[in-house]
């Protein structure tokens, strides 16, 4: 069965330092979306993306955020200069085929959890 | 404004035996979708069940079935014949078509040998 992949699984950085995290979407997929979970907390939404194009982003996903689908697979967000608080797992999500019949379930990919010290 | 509560932070079940999660949630939308999302301390994210809301009939997958009260906005998670593979964080979302989705903060369950 197709799944979303994510790398790389754990990611350890030093606080002001950019990181790329990067995921593949479900092939035949055409919208794409980041969440993000602080250890202990509900899974936040952060940006959402389709057609080239950001659809929705919301309050979190900030100027130090972008997402990026630089090739016909990769589906990437950068956090330009890492803070304590972005500390967490970042799940990528990718859904519908844009055929009629394909349903709206969101597939998760596993996770890259970030350690910001 | 879109929101998801489950009032159970923690629940615990005895193997083979039944248990029900709550989840109650709040749309001014007439189109839109229900899930319950299980998350193992892996944590990764796995789809357990979907209800679209166009729809009257609960929906089951296996051990797993929904009791869905439109009116209500009230869309608990049954889990039949508890297994200790079932132990896990559970999530209900709602979401829309095309659209982000909207988690609660999670019931943890604990099943017990």
């Known amino acids: 069965e197709p799944e979303v992949t994510q790398t790389p699984s754990h990611q350890v950085t030093q606080m002001g330092q950019e990181v790329i995290l990067r995921c593949v979407p479900i092939s035949n997929h055409l919208y794409f979306y980041w969440y993000r979970q602080i250890l202990g907390q509900k899974v936040e939404f952060l940006v959402s993306f389709y057609n080239n194009e950001i659809s929705e982003k919301s309050e979190i996903f900030d100027d130090q955020f972008s997402v990026e689908r630089p090739d016909g697979s990769n589906f990437t967000l950068k956090i330009r200069s890492t803070k304590l608080e972005d500390s967490a797992m970042y799940f990528c999500a990718s859904s519908h085929t844009g055929d009629l019949i394909s349903t709206d379930t969101q597939y998760f990919g596993p996770g890259t959890r970030l350690t910001v010290l | 404004a879109q929101t998801v509560t489950q009032s159970q932070p923690e629940m615990s079940v005895q193997e083979a035996e039944t248990v029900t999660l709550s989840c109650t949630y709040d749309t001014s939308e007439s189109d839109y979708y229900l899930f319950w999302y299980k998350q193992p301390p892996s944590r990764q994210m796995i789809l357990v069940i979907r209800?679209?809301?166009?729809?009257?009939q609960n929906a089951t997958e296996n051990r797993f079935s929904v009791n869905f009260q439109k009116a209500a906005k009230s869309f608990s998670l049954k889990i039949s014949d508890s297994q200790l593979g079932d132990a896990a964080m559970y999530f209900c979302a709602q979401g829309r078509r095309d659209d982000k989705i909207i988690f609660g903060k999670g019931t943890r369950l604990h099943i017990l040998p």
């Open positions: 209800q679209e809301a166009y729809k009257q």
